[in-house]
């Protein structure tokens, strides 16, 4: 119980992060004080005998907890509702430096569909954000996002081979270091992992190795009925309900009527950013000069399905995990948060 309130008030103290508990009940359970007063301060309300009106406050309580994200508590009062518990856990943050909004055409993958998807790409001579790992179910390409407020994403991309669970799982391992990686500075030259490509492309002036980085603007919703997954949750026995339950929290038996998550995640480029290099090499009304230097260039293309991560970088807590099935078909507006982003900060990525 001590850790639990320890890392509840260090994830309260991020800027990047909102975290609240709530407990709700009539006041028949009769809580043991032993258990009731290691609660946070302003952490227990009343339910009242008006199910319409307990809803509605605890879809308030949601909304004003994840900052508007999550509408409604993912489960209802009913009559017969004794006790509802719940944890709210809202994220944000912006990137060291904004993506530029482009337009991309996949050329394998579920995308491919002949159309011009929204995306975003960015450039960076940081390498060591990218990093490859091998693992049973095949390679997977991990990319460290860095955001200000430190709150990091990791996108990760398998062989189109490879289910979900085991890109993500991967992902875990390599944050755990469980998982060796080929970080972006040391790979090979060709394609040596999924949505890679790694060359040397002439230039007329010395340059240092860079990665470019193509994605895409995806919104994550996801409604989960946890009593569904009983045996994984280790819900079975508070599922009984011919029987009490917990007599360690109230003196009135309990049992687990309904237990459920909703989730939702959006990553956006934090609006526009020009980029310099495309008047590189170009001098008008001279002819141009011949290359005499080759340098190293990264492609890593997230243009077909893949994972996410969201980590708290003090910690290395996961505290958020999806899959991106379809990227979001949106525009960014000029101006948004991070467009001033200096290009020589070291955490640049």
Same mark, same amino acid.
């Given at each position: 119980?001590? =850790?639990?309130?320890?890392? %509840? ?15 709700? &009940? ?35 309580? !949601? ?9 409604? %508590? ?5 009559? @017969?509702?004794? %006790? ?22 996949? $050329? ?8 011009? #998807? ?24 991990? +990319?460290?996002?860095? @955001? ?21 799982? !991967? ?31 002439? &230039? ?30 280790? #819900? ?6 011919? /029987? ?6 109230? *003196?009135?038996? +309990?049992?687990?009527?309904?237990? !459920? ?9 934090? @609006?526009?950013? =020009? ?31 893949? @994972?996410? +991560? ?19 078909? /949106? *525009? ?15 955490? $640049?990525?």
């Amino acid at each position: 119980a001590r =850790a639990a309130r320890e890392l %509840m008030a260090v994830l309260d103290a991020e800027p990047a992060l909102g975290f609240a508990l709530g407990l709700w &009940s009539r006041r028949t359970p009769g809580f043991r004080p032993e258990w009731s007063n290691r609660l946070p301060a302003g952490t227990h309300g009343v339910l009242t005998d008006d199910p319409v009106a307990d809803s509605a406050a605890l879809d308030a309580w !949601a909304r004003e907890r994840t900052r508007g994200l999550i509408d409604r %508590m993912p489960v209802p009062v009913r009559e @017969g509702t004794e %006790m509802v518990l719940a944890t709210a856990l809202a994220m944000a943050t912006e990137w060291y430096r904004p993506f530029q909004a482009c337009d991309a055409l996949p $050329d394998s993958g579920p995308w491919r569909r002949g159309e011009c #998807l929204t995306a975003l790409r960015r450039s960076s001579t940081v390498l060591d954000r990218l990093d490859l790992a091998d693992t049973p179910h095949g390679a997977v390409t991990g +990319l460290t996002v860095m @955001g200000r407020q430190g709150l990091d994403v990791r996108l990760l991309l398998g062989e189109e081979s490879m289910r979900p669970a085991h890109v993500l799982r !991967a992902g875990l391992e390599v944050l755990e270091r469980r998982r060796p990686v080929v970080r972006g500075g040391r790979l090979p030259l060709g394609e040596p992992g999924p949505g890679l490509e790694v060359s040397r492309e002439p &230039s007329v002036v010395p340059a240092p190795p860079t990665l470019h980085v193509l994605t895409v603007p995806f919104t994550v919703e996801a409604h989960h009925d946890l009593t569904r997954h009983r045996e994984l949750f280790g #819900l079975t026995t508070l599922l009984d309900t011919g /029987q009490g339950h917990l007599p360690g929290v109230a *003196e009135r038996p +309990l049992a687990l009527g309904a237990a !459920a998550q909703s989730a939702t995640a959006t990553f956006t480029g934090q @609006g526009f950013r =020009a980029a310099a290099v495309t008047a590189v090499g170009m001098v008008g009304g001279c002819a141009p000069d011949r290359p005499r230097y080759r340098v190293t260039e990264i492609e890593a293309r997230f243009d077909r399905p893949f @994972g996410f +991560l969201a980590v708290h970088r003090r910690s290395g807590l996961v505290l958020a995990a999806g899959w991106v099935a379809e990227p979001s078909h /949106q *525009e960014f507006p000029a101006g948004s948060p991070g467009a001033a982003a200096d290009d020589r900060d070291d955490r $640049d990525d």
